[in-house]
């Protein structure tokens, strides 16, 4: 296939078919980001290579295989970020956004760069859902971090998919569990491939999250980090679990995880589905109490996730979600001769800036091909115009499922007066069909609140 039309291995495409589904699932990740008091922070696609270096971590796979990095003109390293966290970070710094009162609490919605090898689940250009709190080290925030997380997939009706939980200490008691695992990795060192053998000394705890077969394989048998974990980290991990006790998620805890970014300390967590395949992980975080400092601030505990929307996506086909597309257009103005399509072109644009959603034929159309138009895209509303229509000033408003009618004049004012009439009262029954007997005490309250 000829190169201009097929897309970069790993990117994909969202089409105009699906992206509604796009949309709708953002939009409950906005809203239930918004319910914890967390507000949007838009980072820019690259950042100096530089700063993942030093945050994501040297020897992790992420810096030393997946990044796009690049020398601009002028000479500059820059790296596609291959993860939200870092640039949020940078970004928190660099505008003294502490200063604003801590906790400070944002949340992104953007795309991620990681060259990887390409399989379902798995892209080099993904997106990602993620929410990040500076300034707070009790674990409530944990808590109330994987809350969030827990949440958007309960909005979603996402079920078959389970937290896992661990904690992997301190800067302090990290030491303890650095030299058993460079003890027990050394004993097997002929097994490791090249990169864990260069992880040995410099951080052996990338070695567990190696995706070479023969490095999977010692690593199942290495100590646990839980084993390792000082009294005031497993105090601490103690009350994450008994916030969320409180909040009645259920978790399981597995020692395994240690998360493949160098940032993490104390809790992280992951939410795993088995209804997927191997990309199992749709979401992941945890908290990093030691990346502001890293980064040239001051100490500030800080923690975070971030969920693969592309995962979710596929979790939520894999488990039947269906995600119904809103039929959007409330009119359909078909026309028939010059003066009639001038007409039905000025009456949408009046619509349009009335906030009613209207189309009207611009591909110069019969009439009967307009109407069959009208039933592809789902109009709620037809109109035809004629030149009859327009001597008479008089239309015909036909409801296209019911097909009952309503004769309006063709004047602005009146006709946007119908208009308005039809959608407020398709809308006041959809209500209606919602609430039931409580309708009518819905209405009233909503009259009283209108003044
Ligand atoms: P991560 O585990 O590397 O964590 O990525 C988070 C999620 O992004 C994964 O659970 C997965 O759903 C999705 N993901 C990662 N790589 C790919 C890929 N190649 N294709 C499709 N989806 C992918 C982080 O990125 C951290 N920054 C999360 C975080 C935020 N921790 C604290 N704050």
């Given at each position: 296939m000829d190169i201009l039309t097929k897309k970069v291995k790993g990117a994909e495409d969202i089409l105009p078919a699906d992206s509604y589904k796009w949309q709708l699932v953002e939009e409950i990740m906005r809203e239930e980001a918004a319910k914890s008091g967390f507000k949007e922070i838009r980072t820019p696609v690259f950042e100096h290579t530089v700063l993942f270096n030093r945050s994501v971590g040297e020897?992790?796979?992420?810096?030393?295989?997946?990044?796009y990095t690049f020398d601009t003109k002028g000479g500059e390293s820059i790296t596609l970020r291959p993860e939200g966290t870092a640039g949020a970070a940078r970004a928190y710094l660099e505008h003294a956004i502490y200063n604003d009162g801590l906790p400070v609490k944002v949340f992104y919605q953007l795309t991620c760069y990681r060259y990887e090898k390409a399989q379902a689940g798995r892209q080099r250009e993904f997106h990602q859902f993620g929410m990040e709190t500076y300034g707070a080290a009790d674990p409530k925030a944990d808590a109330e971090m994987i809350c969030a997380a827990n949440g958007i997939f309960d909005r979603l009706g996402v079920s078959d998919i389970r937290l896992e939980l661990n904690s992997i200490g301190c800067k302090t008691c990290r030491k303890d569990y650095t030299n058993a695992l460079k003890e027990y990795f050394t004993a097997h060192k002929g097994e490791l491939c090249e990169t864990c053998l260069s992880r040995l000394d410099r951080?052996?705890?990338?070695?567990?999250?190696?995706?070479?077969?023969?490095?999977?394989?010692?690593?199942?048998?290495?100590?646990?980090?839980?084993?390792?974990?000082?009294s005031d980290c497993s105090a601490h991990f103690d009350k994450v679990k008994t916030f969320l006790d409180a909040a009645d998620v259920s978790y399981t805890v597995n020692p395994t995880i240690v998360r493949g970014l160098d940032y993490y300390t104390r809790t992280v967590f992951e939410f795993v589905t088995d209804s997927i395949g191997a990309q199992g992980t749709v979401?992941?975080?945890?908290?990093?109490?030691?990346?502001?400092?890293?980064?040239?601030?001051?100490?500030?505990?800080?923690?975070g996730f971030a969920m693969g929307i592309e995962r979710l996506m596929l979790v939520m086909k894999a488990q039947g979600i269906e995600l119904p597309e809103e039929e959007t257009c409330d009119l359909y103005i078909a026309a028939l001769g010059d003066e009639a399509e001038k007409k039905a072109f000025s009456l949408a644009c009046m619509l349009r800036s009335a906030s009613l959603a209207v189309e009207t034929?611009?591909?110069?159309?019969?009439?009967?091909?307009?109407?069959?138009?009208?039933?592809?895209?789902k109009a709620k509303y037809s109109v035809v115009i004629g030149d009859d229509d327009l001597k008479n000033n008089k239309v015909t408003i036909k409801n296209m499922s019911t097909h009952d009618t309503v004769e309006t004049s063709l004047d602005e004012d009146k006709f946007l007066e119908a208009m308005t009439d039809l959608v407020v009262g398709q809308?006041?029954?959809?209500?209606?069909?919602?609430?039931?007997?409580?309708?009518?005490?819905?209405?009233?309250?909503?009259?009283?609140?209108n003044g």
């Open positions: 020897t992790t796979d992420v810096v030393q295989k997946e990044m951080n052996p705890m990338r070695i567990l999250d190696c995706k070479n077969e023969s490095c999977k394989n010692i690593a199942k048998d290495a100590p646990v980090v839980l084993d390792y974990i000082c979401c992941g975080g945890g908290r990093y109490d030691g990346l502001i400092e890293e980064l040239g601030g001051q100490p500030t505990p800080a923690l034929d611009i591909v110069g159309r019969g009439l009967r091909a307009q109407m069959k138009y009208a039933n592809k895209i809308q006041e029954e959809l209500i209606s069909g919602l609430l039931g007997e409580d309708a009518g005490t819905f209405f009233e309250a909503l009259k009283n609140l």
